[in-house]
């Protein structure tokens, strides 16, 4: 398995766990494995950002690699426009719904897809090596990617008119706040914007990772839905009229029926990770869909949409893929899509997700030093049997470390919600203590 890589890239603190020296050692790295002549560019909002995606510049340039650099611009347009424009590699410096002191590097292959894990190995193989390509490529600025994503929004959705709509707008101070804005307005819709400065310094600190202000400015404003987006914006988080939260997985399985009735989707199929609703798969199998189960991460979701040919998929916390459009999840165009199913249908938001039925669920993070020898130790290991003793058969439980934080995450899901919090609180005390235990003193 990749040293450096997790879930979703090289994350990190940046200036400690994040240098500029690894970034460069990074895309030096990524230039070597792949050889790419023409490579995109981009960035978040992150203070640390410029200097980050610099030194990305300058190791990929130092391979051959001709470098084009978009400044900030969302991840996920940085996907469409490495397939559409017809770049040998994307990469982009961002932490996605990370606070703002973190930062991270990922790249997107010729498909528009995260690297595979295979690929991951084979750059972190060459870190260390100091091979140059045939001469020193040229960086050059790219202000037309802006304008190129925005043409390819336009062309998949450009025709949604939505007067009399009211909409708020969260776009967390982080990538989406310099397009969505303009993307959303020209449907109609009347706006009430949040987060909309491009700002490092509070990136996050509203939208998809903090959707408090959302549900608030939703239930003040009398609007029709609120849809918050993370800080590179490849997930969209949705909140209804009554201001309730209306997780990914949810409107997947309330969606895809309808998107199958009308060729949206080519295959009975829907890709969820783990942590997927149980109520919503059985939604779906009622109505004779296959559901593939794949672990947390849209890389991992995106890659089996791909690998099964499914049309369909996603995670709870908003990122999902309508592989029909692009090869990756992008927060904007997934709001757009289901305003316009939402408009196609007659419904709000609450009526279309109401029939799918969800399971009780507790979910516990706890901080930790090292997530994985945390969740090697005996006594962790025998909360977590116990806990599912526990639940036997009336539920479940994932254990797992996060990919993109030094957390370890705990879900517990069944019909019995006093014992989910149980068995969620005996497995995080252990946690807690074997963290403790491994590092005294700190």
């Not at 982009?92 to 690929?119: I, M, R, T, W």
């Not at 009975?268 to 939604?283: C, S």
């Not at 991992?300 to 791909?306: E, L, S, Y």
């Not at 938001?349 to 994985?372: G, H, I, K, S, T």
Request: include cysteine; glycine fraction near 12%; charge should be negative.
């Amino acid at each position: 398995m990749p040293k450096f890589f997790g879930t979703d890239g090289v994350r990190g603190k940046a200036g400690e766990d994040l240098t500029v020296t690894l970034a460069l050692s990074l895309a030096r790295a990524a230039g070597l494995a792949f050889r790419p002549r023409r490579v995109l560019l981009a960035r978040d909002t992150r203070l640390s950002g410029p200097a980050l995606s610099a030194a990305c510049a300058a190791g990929l340039a130092a391979t051959g690699a001709q470098v084009f650099d978009a400044s900030v611009l969302p991840s996920p347009a940085v996907s469409h426009l490495v397939v559409h424009e017809k770049f040998d590699l994307g990469v982009v410096v961002s932490a996605s719904h990370n606070p703002p002191e973190d930062n991270g590097v990922k790249f997107y292959n010729p498909a528009g897809l995260k690297l595979a894990v295979e690929e991951e190995e084979r750059v972190e193989s060459l870190l260390g090596l100091d091979g140059l390509g045939p001469g020193f490529g040229a960086i050059q600025g790219f202000p037309e990617a802006r304008e190129k994503y925005l043409g390819l929004l336009r062309g998949w959705v450009g025709a949604l008119r939505l007067p009399g709509v009211k909409l708020v707008l969260d776009c967390a101070f982080g990538a989406t706040a310099s397009v969505a804005p303009e993307v959303y307005g020209a449907t109609g819709a009347e706006l009430f914007l949040l987060g909309a400065e491009p700002d490092g310094a509070r990136i996050n600190a509203t939208g998809a990772a903090a959707p408090a202000l959302l549900q608030r400015t939703v239930r003040e404003s009398g609007a029709d839905l609120g849809i918050a987006f993370d800080g590179d914006g490849d997930r969209a988080l949705f909140v209804d009229e009554k201001g309730e939260i209306v997780e990914g997985d949810r409107l997947m399985a309330a969606l895809a029926p309808y998107l199958w009735g009308w060729g949206e989707i080519r295959k009975r199929a829907v890709v969820f990770t783990v942590l997927g609703n149980l109520g919503a798969e059985m939604h779906l199998r009622d109505r004779g869909f296959e559901v593939l189960r794949v672990p947390v991460g849209d890389r991992h979701v995106a890659w089996a949409m791909h690998e099964h040919a499914v049309d369909l998929g996603g995670e709870p916390s908003g990122h999902i893929v309508f592989r029909r459009y692009t090869a990756t999840g992008d927060g904007i165009l997934t709001g757009l899509l289901v305003l316009s199913y939402l408009r196609r249908l007659g419904k709000g938001l609450n009526e279309l997700v109401a029939p799918v039925p969800m399971y009780p669920q507790a979910r516990v993070d706890v901080p930790v030093r090292d997530r994985e020898r945390v969740l090697r130790d005996a006594h962790v290991q025998e909360a977590i049997r116990e806990a599912e003793q526990l639940l036997s058969n009336r539920g479940r439980l994932v254990v797992r470390p996060s990919g993109t934080q030094p957390l370890v995450r705990i879900l517990a899901e069944g019909s019995e919600e006093r014992l989910l919090w149980e068995a969620a609180e005996r497995v995080a005390e252990a946690v807690r203590q074997a963290d403790g235990r491994l590092n005294p003193g700190r």
